[in-house]
């Protein structure tokens, strides 16, 4: 593929978008990947149930990748290592927590050989052919986060990882301010830096400051507290059960995937809580209910989830009542705001306390804000620049804060998934592009975004489907009366009237085709669909998805 | 209907959810309709213009009706007026401006009868049988707005618009205090009161602070600055035309809402500005662009706006780049994030500065926060109070603030749409509930939301709909070879052998089930559809819609 002396790295998702990250960094005969991450997709793409990067770069030269590099657990990090373990083999390499949560992601798959997992711990290093990486922590919402540190023969090449700077940090994963001032010193190639937050001026709110926030809601709850976080947020687990135990209430874990991950943290000590501190949820109701936290899952509003059967009155084993208090420990994703919004007017109408973001300070975020990129660009004092880990509009916003701490602008990459960045004696510089396109999980099959389905999910979401039947007689090639149905469309009285109408209307419309010489069964096909969306948009304004079925008899 | 000596107040809108506000005020022979407007659904409403409240009752009660009052000239408050007027005929009573829009907005559409429209005057009073409806000024982001007195045997009922207080407000419509302290001072029995914004803390930044950072923005631009902003928002737009005038910019107007409303604005002087300011869209490109500031809509993202089309280079007048400014003076509707996130990803794309909010002071809403709540509250000093115009937990915010205020809990009523609320000697009190069913406009039809068609294509969205088409043949009662079609469901190689195998399997169901006695169309169709939802789904995952349909041949 390429021949000359330079490292290439190669995002191939999350720069331009929140979501799917992956990176790859190739050094002659050597791929190393950063990351195999999913997106979870907008409104748009109708029942698609993820994204996941487009692999085909590196299938292509699966010889030469030498590992995959893991920073942290989170789904848009690990979540597609699955679908890339069907085409290409290669060592994983993770901090033990990361390494857990990959396990019992890949769990659920059959992959075609067991992969091979290799634990590392901060500052390990892992010597590939020509480049060796370096770990170091960081602290981010996810517990034993790590940053990664290149080091090529033209530099210092650092990959942030996912971060922010948490001096009273409640677990383990201190930011390593000895290990990237070295860095610094040594001197730094290129940074690469996590832009999720780049718009938020100031510092991000220190996790340890909920401690009180969560111990005053918790202390002065009257009855039953629901706390809804993300079953990742090992952090916020560790403070929900401190202030439990503070309080003197049993937990309750609901739901599979917050149990799954409880036992893993637990098991791998990233969680210390007594054992004896945890109830089953089916035994709730006979605690008092000033005893007891139920921690769950659904914070985004997801309509399966137990606190949204709570939060209707539907859940086997939970209500909620004017005693109960609800804390909704987590930021709205966006495009989750009225799934959320509806959450918390139904426990309101239930009588439940409810406590949520904007609100109180029950949350806050995993990532750096202004404030703290500037000092990892300060510790870092990278020659080269490139805002990674966010929308374009992050990655501007990134590069504004690099010409303030006073970095060369004409030093700065802004680059999209794709762009292949190359790395040598002469500097940084974006050198091409490698055409890309997302890959959607539906259900079991893998593909394209892009193809015309989707597109016509829209449609018919938006307007339903009226579907025309025309009999075509094989004996006599005479046409009978077609017929027509529909779902999703009018539901009024004078349906039948209106399809009574169409039917004749493109009955007489495809007689008229016949006899302008039309004989395939497209050219009758459009016809019919011509005449009767004409008129269904005459009569009603409406543009559903027509569908024309010839069929011989 | 009611036969007792009582006011009943029924909110047919507005009260549990944000949008078609609308509220029937009603003693013995009398109705008072205050407010007729609409709701945008959310996502999950597909191809639904906008839901307008439910008018039985008042139709039930048409005679009755002796005026249609309303506050101020925003969607949700006057949208659904044209509807309204198809069933029922009641004079309009509103200020200049906001008969103005209500004006424009019935123009679109034909009815049974004209109007008939009373210009009011703040403090103005105007006498129906029993009731006397006097109207006090209020400030909200639409120029002159009005609250309500209902000087009632049983005391004064304050009604209290959309409102935020201002004291530095950019053009007329202050906040009158002398008259709401005179009913205090008189004695209100309820004051019904915005809750929109009863989440936020400390009180609504003034519109008039916006005036310097639009300066600041706007004097400091190298290029064209374009400002998207609401076409109701009169104040805002007086800014941008003073704003634009002080840094000696002419303004071209983009957009048929906006031309309209700035015409209108213009006319009735709620906007001052020198016609001479004002050139053509086609024209920008002969001026110099530090000379021009466009002026237009799509703040929320919305797909077909001038906005939308310039952010992603395609409108037929201007191009932006790197030189331009784009200011989003708006706040995001919940629900349009990530479309407006879009928008200035791309207009990033394109190099221009982009200024929304969040990241710069250039918005500010139109809605009281809680000091200024609190303000409504103790000026007013009501015995009884109902919080309006707000989803549940808006609502239940709001009573939190009268708890602080003192006003008794047991004198507060949390309401929903279609609650009759009575007022009489005894006090306030919820007496009883009218069935409400959400109306939707879609196209020219008016149909109940519940229609199942709209979970049905809710349904089509995620899976799209596959046919099955199963001719029997009517002289021998013979079953033929099924045909199967599909849209928006699988797109890949293999759909042509899933079909073939589907076609086989849901003929051999058929059969089955006409071989145990099975022979009703319906029989038919119900065995076809069961085997093919069960192979598709054993086969890919997914659930699409499936529709049977027996063709007679």
Known sequence: MHNDDSIRIIPLGGVGEIGKNMMVVEYRETIIIVDVGVMFPGEHLKGIDFIIPDFSYVIENK??????????????????????????????????????????????????????FHEIKPRERIEFEGIVAE????????????????????????HSGDFK?????????LFDFY???EFGEKGVLLLMSDSTNSENEGYTQSEVSLNESLYKEISSATGKVLVATFASSTHRIQQIFDVSSRTGRKIAIL??????????????KYLVFDESMVIPADKVESYDSKEVVILTTGSQGEPMSALANISVGKHPLFNINENDTVIISASVIPGNEKAVSEIVNSLYRRGASVIYEGFREIHTSGHASQE?????????????????????????????IAKQIGINMSNVLIVKDGDVVKADDKGVSVEGNIPLSDVGIDGREVEGIESPHLSERQKLSEGGVVIIV??????????????IFSKGFVFSEDEDTLFEKAKDITFEAIRGCIRDGGQSKNQLKKAACDSLQKFIHKETKRTPVIVPIVIEV
Request: glycine share 8%.
């Open 372 to 400: 703290e990129l500037k000092l990892m660009m300060s510790i870092t004092k990278p020659k080269y620049f490139l805002p990674i880990h966010g929308e374009f509009r992050h990655l501007i916003n990134h590069s504004y």
């Open 63 to 116: 010889d030469k990748v030498k590992g995959i590099i893991l920073t942290h657990g989170h789904e848009d990090h690990i979540g597609a290592l699955p679908y890339l373990l069907r085409e290409i083999s290669a060592p994983i390499y993770g901090t033990r927590l990361t390494l857990g949560f990959a396990k019992n992601r890949l769990e659920e798959h059959s992959l075609p050989q067991d992969p091979v």
């Open 255 to 268: 739901g599979r995937s917050m149990e799954k991950n409880i036992e893993l943290a637990k098991s791998l």
């Open 179 to 181: 290990k990237l001032s």
């Open 165 to 173: 700077i948490d001096y009273t940090h409640v677990y383990d994963s």
């Open 470 to 483: 025309i009999p075509i007689s094989l004996e006599d090639s005479g046409i009978l009366q077609p017929e």
């Open 135 to 158: 770990f170091f922590s960081v602290f981010h919402s996810v517990a034993d986060g790590v940053g990664i540190a290149f080091h090529t023969p033209f530099g210092i090449i650092v």
